[in-house]
């Protein structure tokens, strides 16, 4: 059974996954070096769980700062909670393995803690991340995911993981996920703020033991897709009157929130000193009326919808999408 606190989830198979990591997202769009620099001073600071995924593009940069602060005496591989991510252009079953090998390279590790299926929906296979025909559509194709998840088992079972689960899934994918699988997920990663509680899928989970990762945590306010009439999450006045009464940041009462729901998070930063404000959020805490008033900031508003895939059977968005036109 999954147990949490603060500081640590026990997952549903006994693994123990640090509750704060650092998110690898957009990272790769800065000078080589930059995201090897950002984890090494995350590893500095305390950071324990890495959130990586193939399709960052700077799993070997991760990598290389994991094998650095190893050989310094840092840290030991044991230490240190890494997931990555199996992209939609290797979900077909014949391709799974070759995923996670290739990701194990880019690491430079022998195995990964968590691996995870980005998202349910297949991509033509080859080096393009969004493979698209000549006249520019997604080339999607219709492989199972449950087909999918059955290798990764076997991935389990060779030692190559320790634990599997999925991302942006929602309940009746999860739902046929555990209904055929022989190893239970162990977690599901998603976007969780303020502004996007996910609450009745978050329940799903942990009321199947399934632990749950929140990504975007802060609303990604510098996205360049956001409109101009989509609030920026850490200027919300709820979160400015908390952070006052607590002499913290807007972001550090963000991710003690998520924590307090009993959800790991993985805010994402190359800057040192929001990586080392990102992780003092041990030293406080929220009353039960501060978590009820941000609760109930909550829009709905789903930053990451991958919509590029909205044509796909498996898209997990769809009645989202359909409720917005």
Same mark, same amino acid.
């Given at each position: 059974m999954t147990s949490v606190d603060l500081q640590c989830i026990t997952l549903s198979n006994g693994y123990k996954m640090p509750s704060l990591g650092l998110g690898t997202w957009t990272m790769w769009k800065g000078e080589e070096g930059h995201v090897q620099k950002a984890v090494e001073t995350a590893i500095d600071v305390g950071y324990r769980h890495l959130?990586?995924?193939?399709?960052?593009?700077?799993?070997?940069e991760v990598g290389a700062a994991i094998a650095t602060k190893i050989k310094d005496g840092t840290v030991k591989r044991q230490d240190i909670f890494v997931t990555t991510k199996l992209w939609c252009t290797f979900l077909a079953a014949k391709n799974v393995k070759n995923g996670l090998q290739t990701s194990l390279q880019n690491l430079g590790l022998e195995y990964v803690d968590l691996y995870l299926?980005?998202?349910?929906?297949?991509?033509?296979?080859?080096?393009?991340?969004?493979?698209?025909?000549? +006249?520019?559509?997604? /080339?999607? *194709? $219709?492989?199972?995911? #449950? @087909?999918?998840?059955?290798?990764?088992?076997?991935? &389990?079972? =060779?030692?190559?993981?320790?634990?599997?689960?999925v991302s942006n899934?929602?309940?009746?994918?999860?739902?046929?996920?555990?209904?055929?699988?022989?190893?239970?997920?162990?977690?599901?990663?998603? +976007?969780?703020?303020? /502004?996007? *509680? $996910?609450?009745?899928? #978050? @329940?799903?989970?942990?009321?199947?033991?399934?632990? &749950?990762? =929140?990504?975007?945590?802060?609303?990604?306010?510098?996205?360049?897709?956001?409109?101009?009439?989509?609030?920026?999450?850490?200027?919300?006045?709820?979160?400015?009157a908390v952070a006052q009464n607590k002499k913290k940041s807007t972001a550090q009462v963000v991710l003690r929130y998520l924590l307090q729901r009993k959800l790991a998070v993985v805010p994402k930063s190359t800057t040192p000193t929001r990586i080392q404000e990102n992780f003092q959020v041990f030293d406080f805490a929220l009353s039960p009326d501060e978590m009820e008033s941000i609760d109930k900031m909550?829009?709905?508003?789903?930053?990451?919808?991958?919509?590029?895939?909205?044509?796909?059977?498996?898209?997990?968005?769809?009645?989202?999408?359909?409720q917005s036109q």
């Open positions: 959130d990586c995924a193939y399709c960052y593009q700077n799993e070997n299926i980005h998202w349910p929906m297949s991509y033509q296979a080859g080096s393009e991340l969004f493979p698209k025909s000549e +006249e520019g559509e997604l /080339l999607l *194709t $219709n492989d199972s995911f #449950i @087909d999918s998840w059955r290798v990764m088992e076997e991935c &389990v079972d =060779a030692g190559l993981v320790k634990s599997i689960g899934f929602n309940v009746d994918q999860i739902k046929r996920v555990c209904d055929a699988c022989r190893i239970k997920p162990a977690s599901l990663q998603v +976007e969780v703020n303020p /502004l996007m *509680t $996910n609450k009745p899928l #978050i @329940d799903f989970c942990h009321s199947q033991n399934i632990a &749950v990762t =929140a990504y975007a945590p802060f609303g990604s306010p510098s996205r360049f897709w956001k409109k101009d009439d989509e609030p920026c999450l850490l200027e919300q006045q709820t979160l400015k909550n829009i709905n508003l789903r930053v990451y919808k991958e919509d590029v895939a909205c044509d796909h059977p498996e898209y997990p968005f769809k009645d989202e999408l359909q």
